[in-house]
């Protein structure tokens, strides 16, 4: 279960398209700060209603990068053909979905941490 979850951060996070997708949302994060702070309306708002719609902005982007992330881990093993062969290992179904859960997890932590670095 390890070398798979291992193969799936490899391939989902630490590959080329998991730093673009980082890379993006890091820009996106920043466009939405300078948006808050440069709109006359929004800089006249509370700041807890400001970080509370930044926050929801936030939540509802990595909501969706999450659900594509995970709906490519599983097409993309079904397109390069590696599907069949990981269901022939001695992995469960329930230890592959979880193994592939837990890597969507880690990457959901590193957008976190990509926020609050921002």
């Known amino acids: 279960m390890m070398a798979l979850l291992h193969k799936e951060l490899l391939e989902h996070l630490l590959s ?3 730093l673009f997708i980082l890379f993006i949302i ?6 939405l ?14 700041q807890v ?9 936030m939540l509802g982007v990595n909501s969706l990068v999450l659900i594509i992330l995970g709906s490519t881990m599983i097409s993309g093993e079904k397109e390069k053909g590696t599907l069949e062969s990981l269901l022939l290992t001695p992995l469960s179904t329930l230890q592959i979905m979880i193994s592939k859960l837990i890597a969507i ?7 976190m941490i990509l926020h609050c670095l921002i």
Request: net charge positive; aromatic share 16%; glycine share 2%.
């Open 16 to 18: 080329r398209k998991g």
């Open 33 to 46: 700060a300078f948006s808050f702070i440069s709109v006359k309306e929004l800089s006249l708002l509370a």
């Open 105 to 111: 997890i880690l990457f959901w932590m590193v957008l």
């Open 26 to 31: 890091s820009v996106l994060y920043s466009l």
């Open 49 to 57: 209603e400001v970080n509370m719609t930044f926050l929801k902005l």
